[in-house]
């Protein structure tokens, strides 16, 4: 606003992206963990065979939806279960409790949701149910449709169950490391995602789009509001809370790493 403040802003260190808001800074990242054949803005060496020489195999693709499956569960799962755990719990003696309607009233009005809210572990996670990015539907019908061509649908395996374990692990103790997961899923699908589906499809299933990657209503609009959403949750974390988020990028990259190299397995 005054003179004095723009020049204390222009004094400060900012981080990459910091300007335009957490996300910024979040995607800067992941962007550099790219390799250089994937983007543009890929920093990395190239490893392995690059996408266009890719021969995937239907077998191969299927245990990569199967694992992408229960990573989305496993996400989708936290965030429904987000804002209420106190709730779950039945109170003692309840099966004996009398009611009456009128205590029932003042209970509602004097014992303030927003206060178990308040307590929940983490209640911001609750911002991030139904914002139309989820996948685990489309993702299940998309199995079935396979079913009915005759194709076994395999078990979960390795990598997509260690990282569903990792996942509930974080959601309950580090919230910031946890949320960086979230956004590096949900983002990375709706373009690298994206782009390996469209290859795949037009090697092996005939070019027919799965649900996988079909979202009610227009993605840039939902990817900018659930944007907002982590900007503004992100406001309220330290500066070194918010490093320790970026710092857990690599893990995340590591983990869809090791999914998505099932394509080729
Ligand atoms: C964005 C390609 C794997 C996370 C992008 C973009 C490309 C791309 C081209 C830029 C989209 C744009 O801004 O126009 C690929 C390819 C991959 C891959 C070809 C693998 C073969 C991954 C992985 C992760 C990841 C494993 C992390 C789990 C992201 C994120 C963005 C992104 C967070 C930013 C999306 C946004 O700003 O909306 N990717 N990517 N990508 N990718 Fe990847």
């Known amino acids: 606003v005054s003179a004095t403040t723009s020049a204390h802003e222009k004094s400060k260190k900012m981080y ?6 957490f996300v910024e800074e979040m995607r ?10 994937q983007s543009k803005e890929g920093e990395k060496e190239p490893e392995g065979q690059p996408m266009a020489k890719w021969e995937p195999s239907v077998d191969g693709y299927l245990k990569f939806l199967v ?6 569960d496993t996400l989708e799962k936290i965030m429904e279960k987000a804002p209420f755990p106190e709730c779950e719990k039945e109170p003692e003696g309840l099966a004996k409790w009398e009611f009456s309607v009128e205590g029932y009233l003042k209970f509602l009005v004097y014992s ?15 911002e991030f149910r139904n914002t139309g990015l989820e996948r685990s539907e489309g993702l299940a019908k998309d199995l079935g449709w396979f079913r009915e061509q005759g194709y076994a649908i395999p078990e979960p ?15 309950e103790k580090d919230p910031q490391a946890f949320i960086c997961h979230f956004y590096n899923t949900y983002f990375a699908h709706s373009a690298g995602g994206r782009m390996i589906g469209r290859k795949v499809a037009e090697k092996i299933l ?60």
């Open 16 to 21: 990459p992206g910091e300007a335009k808001g």
């Open 28 to 37: 800067f990242v992941a962007m550099k963990l790219h390799t250089k054949d």
């Open 67 to 72: 694992d992408s499956k229960l990573v989305y």
């Open 112 to 126: 303030k949701l927003e206060k178990i809210m308040e307590k929940a572990p983490f209640p911001e996670y609750a």
């Open 157 to 171: 395996s390795t990598p997509g169950l260690s990282y569903a374990r990792y996942l509930e692990e974080l959601s």
């Open 206 to 265: 005939d070019k027919k789009e799965l649900e996988f990657y079909k979202w009610d209503g227009d993605l840039s609009q939902l990817l900018q509001s659930v944007r907002e959403k982590l900007n503004k949750v992100a406001e309220n974390w330290t500066r070194e809370e918010k490093n320790h988020c970026l710092e857990e990028t690599e893990k995340s990259f590591k983990f869809s790493g090791e999914i998505l190299r099932l394509i080729l397995s």
